[in-house]
Every structure is written in structure tokens, then in C-alpha cells.
């Protein structure tokens, strides 16, 4: 290593050598590589963090480059998995890289954040905050956490020495249909690489032991008027009681999923016409979809079941297979007993197989 | 009392902050605990009972639905967010 890589952080008096010392020693897991995981990334690769494990599964599209600023024109169809870690490797060719090409689930969870010191939420959804979360106090784990709602940002550190969870802070894990996701609401292309950054930075605290965690203190940032508050929160210990993880993290998990893999689902497209309801926004759909499929976003679904078949088989879809769970399980709770299927990874997934064959 | 709103709860109601008058203006009663007010606020946005969390902080302090609140606090709505 050039002597004086680091150098403009080791001259930091509170930071030093041993600060350098210790990032370089940690071992830090970044769940998601969207617009909260980029920033956090590049920054925790570029000060020096020695190994980075990095999970995710999607792919590139278009609408991700306004927030996903690692990402490049000529990258879009790729997985963003490949493409960062190509790109990290050529910011900071002495830390090592540990990729994860998956969503993070039920069944892996703990075995990949075990291999960590600690974990960065960086994800898009109720579910697999909750599954982290559950994950994150079974291994013992902290988990700084970030997230979004339009010009709005979330920040604090959960499972810090035995501080509160995000169980403390919200017990039950909402519905996603609850509150609109960025692909319904929107989100200024800025606020994540200011949410992500400061989680970044949280992550150095953590590891080098300068400056105050923000554990127990839920951050509140508001983009549009610059303030921020910070709201003080307890521990219950029952939260940190958890033996395991719920058997599923989707909508509550009372429902068997019926859901059929990309590779099927396009194999079956060549043989028959099936009957597709993609449910996203009109906005989305107009930008491409799949032929002969019927659009009915997900907010208006209970409006126009007349528009669905229910006699013949549903295929779900949505852009990457989250919308189409919880249509999914409003369906199934009208009508039991319709065929209903979830394309796994909806149309990234798909456009993925498209795009390899 | 002044009721700052976060997330999903400033799209539910229209505006980033809401103001309770208290009952010497309204003849009615005024809310006495967080519960009183998470119900209080319930039936005036209806929207507002679809969600499975709501946190609710009186002067900065996450708040049980037992504690007392009065005119002078400060309220915040605080809903999960979950985009990234």
C-alpha cells in the first residue's frame, strides 16, 4: 500500500493509524446495491474497510441511474452485482470483495451475516428489514439502518450492545401495500446518497470507535426544509429475545406462495398464451412490458377484478416481484380459490433470461 | 399542541404539521394521553388505521400510548419508511 493513501484521514488526530488499522481489519455486509448500498459501498471501499461482503440479485435498469450513480448507460441489463464489484475493484484494488449473488432470505440470512462484524441495511422493503433485523439479533450482529420516503430519511443503529431493535421502534412489520415504495412514490435522486453516506459514516463509529453511535436515537431527515431531529427510543428486551427467524417475512407470512422462476415462466410463454396482470404503475408499464399482458396497478387492483379471468390461471408481475406478492395476497384472500401465480423477480428477472438467451 | 408529521402520515394528511387547538377554543376535550390522541387523530384521517406501526414521540421521546401529554408538547407522527 502507497504510504500516504489514507493520509488525509490517519492526520485526523481522534482517527489516526489505529482508526486506519481497525477499518482495515473489519469485516462489513452490504445487503442491497441500489441507491442506499452505492454510496455506502464506494465510501467504506475508497476509506480502506478491509473486506466488504456485498448481496444482491437485481439488475440494472434505465430508471436506476438518477440515484444509483455507480451505474453507467452501456451497464443497464447487467447485474448490478458484477458491474460494482468491477468497479470497486478498479477504487480500491487492496480491499477484498466477498459478492453474494442473491436476495437475502429466510434460508441464508444467517449463515452470510454471521461472516460479518456488522450489517448495513441498504434494502428497499418491509420484509427483508424485518428478516435483518431477526437475523441481526439471533447473530449478534449491529445493523445500521437507512431508509427513504420521498425527500425523507430514516438513520439509526440498531443491536448495538444490547440497545433497541427495529422491533422497539415499529413492533409490527407493516404491509408493504401499506406505504408506497419508491417505485410508486418516487424519490429524489440525491436523498439516498445523503442517507446512504451517513449510515457509511455510522459504519466508521462503529468500527473505530470515534464519536457517539447512533444507537438509540432514531435520525429523522427532511430534505426539502434541510432539518433534521433525533428521536430518543428504549429497548423492550423481549426484542432481543429472538430464537429464530418467522418461517416467512412476506406480508406477514400466513400465505403459501405459489410462484414459478423466470426460466419457467418464459418457457412457458413460448408454449402458451398465459393469462399476465402486471401490476405496476401505468407510468411503468408504458415504459415496456410484455405483450398481451394486462396492466391494473396494484393500488387500483380491488377496483377492476372484472378485468381478471379467474376461471383460467394469474400470473403476477410486477418489476421485481415485491407488488406482485401483495397482489398476490389480496387475490388470494377474495377469491381462495383461483390458480394464482408470483413471477419471482418479475420483470428484471426476466429481462435478465431475455437478455442471456 | 403542534403535531409534526413524517413519511407516509404528511401524505395522509396534506400538510408537514398539524395543529390540535386545545378545548378552551373547542368546548370539547382535548387529548390526555398518546393513545387519546392516536385515536383522536384516527378518526379525523381514517387513512391513518391502515398502518401496523405508528411511533409516536412527544418532545423527542418515543411515547407508550399511557403517557400524559398537554397542550405545550411537541408531537411527532413517525411512521416506517421502508424505500431505499
Not at chain 1, 440494472?60 to 438518477?66: P, W
Not at chain 1, 478498479?90 to 436476495?103: R, Y
Not at chain 1, 419471482?344 to 442471456?356: P, R, T
Not at chain 2, 384516527?42 to 397542550?71: C, F, G, M, W
Amino acid at each position: 500500500m502507497a504510504e500516504n493513501r489514507y493520509i488525509r484521514q490517519t492526520t485526523l488526530p481522534q482517527f489516526g493509524k489505529e482508526g486506519q488499522q481497525k477499518l482495515k481489519s473489519a469485516k462489513v455486509l452490504v445487503v442491497g446495491l441500489g441507491g442506499l448500498g452505492i454510496p455506502v459501498a464506494t465510501y467504506l471501499n475508497a476509506m480502506g474497510v478491509g473486506t466488504l461482503g456485498l448481496v444482491e440479485n437485481d439488475v440494472i435498469a434505465l430508471h436506476n441511474l438518477q440515484r444509483q450513480v455507480l451505474y453507467a448507460e452501456t451497464d443497464v441489463g447487467k447485474q448490478k452485482l458484477t458491474v460494482a464489484i468491477e468497479k470497486l475493484k478498479a477504487q480500491n484494488s487492496e480491499s477484498k470483495l466477498v459478492p453474494f449473488a442473491t436476495f437475502i432470505s429466510v434460508t441464508n440470512a444467517i449463515e452470510i451475516i454471521s461472516q460479518f462484524d456488522l450489517i448495513v441495511d441498504a434494502t428497499d422493503n418491509f420484509a427483508t428489514r424485518y428478516l435483518l433485523n431477526d437475523a441481526c439479533v439471533i447473530a449478534k450482529k449491529p445493523l445500521v439502518y437507512g431508509a427513504l420516503h420521498g425527500f425523507e430519511g430514516q438513520l439509526t443503529v440498531f443491536n448495538y450492545k444490547n440497545g433497541p431493535t427495529l422491533r422497539c421502534l415499529f413492533p409490527s412489520q407493516p404491509k408493504q401495500e401499506e406505504i408506497p415504495s419508491c417505485n410508486e412514490n418516487g424519490v429524489l435522486g440525491i436523498l439516498p446518497s445523503i442517507v446512504g453516506s451517513l449510515q457509511a459514516l455510522e459504519v466508521v463509529k462503529l468500527v473505530t470507535g470515534v464519536g457517539e453511535v447512533l444507537s438509540g436515537k432514531l435520525l429523522l431527515y427532511d430534505g426539502l426544509s434541510q432539518s433534521t431531529q433525533k428521536i430518543g427510543f428504549q429497548v423492550k428486551p423481549e426484542n432481543l429475545e429472538i430464537q429464530k427467524l418467522l418461517i416467512s417475512y412476506q406480508d406477514g407470512g400466513c400465505n403459501t406462495l405459489n410462484s414459478i422462476a423466470s426460466e419457467e415462466f418464459l418457457a412457458l410463454l413460448r408454449e402458451k398464451q398465459p393469462q399476465i396482470i402486471d401490476v405496476r404503475t401505468t407510468s411503468e408499464f408504458k415504459e415496456d412490458h410484455l405483450d398481451r399482458s394486462i396492466n391494473i396497478p396494484l393500488a387500483e387492483i380491488s377496483n377492476n377484478l372484472n378485468k381478471i379471468d379467474f376461471l383460467a390461471p394469474v400470473y403476477l408481475l410486477c418489476q421485481s416481484g415485491k407488488r406482485s406478492i401483495s397482489a398476490y395476497n389480496q387475490l388470494s384472500e377474495l377469491y381462495p380459490e383461483a390458480e394464482l401465480w408470483n413471477i419471482n423477480g418479475g420483470l428484471n428477472q426476466l429481462n435478465l433470461h431475455i437478455f442471456a438467451s | 399542541m403542534t403535531i409534526l408529521l413524517f413519511g407516509v402520515t404528511k401524505d395522509i394528511i396534506g400538510t408537514p404539521q398539524l395543529s390540535i387547538p386545545t378545548s378552551t377554543f373547542t368546548g370539547k376535550e382535548s387529548p390526555k394521553t398518546v393513545g387519546d390522541l392516536r385515536s383522536f387523530l384516527q378518526n379525523a384521517y381514517p387513512e391513518l388505521k391502515k398502518l401496523s406501526s405508528l411511533a409516536i414521540a412527544v418532545n423527542n421521546n418515543y411515547a407508550e400510548d399511557t403517557k400524559p401529554i398537554n397542550s405545550f408538547d411537541e408531537i411527532a407522527l413517525i411512521p416506517p419508511v421502508s424505500g431505499g
